[in-house]
């Protein structure tokens, strides 16, 4: 199975020699997701835009959701799963403050 990386580089040859109309579209669309996944994969630091953006397509892509997901439920999840993968201690330590127990 292709890495992403030879994926990304197979969809902008195809997307450099594709005709405007609905093809293009979507290797622009599947593209652009896929180089998403990648900054993703390499930890790299994403914009309030870059996270709009990602909240917008999972919302497209999954319309069941009870209520849209805003911006606010983003950061709150994203803060919720930072918080899962440390222990308390290292929470205090990175954050500087004292343990309040």
Known sequence: ????????????????????????????????????????????????DDINKCRMEIMRQHPGYDRPITADSGLLLAAEATGKSFDENTIFAALQISDPH
Do not use: C, P
Not at 29 to 39: D, G, I, K, N, V
């Open 1 to 48: 199975m292709a890495t992403f990386e030879e994926r990304a580089e197979r969809l902008k040859k195809e997307l450099e020699e594709a005709a405007n109309g609905d093809r293009r579209r979507s290797l622009s669309h599947e593209y652009e997701l896929t180089l998403r996944l990648l900054r993703i994969i390499r930890g790299e630091v994403f914009t309030l």
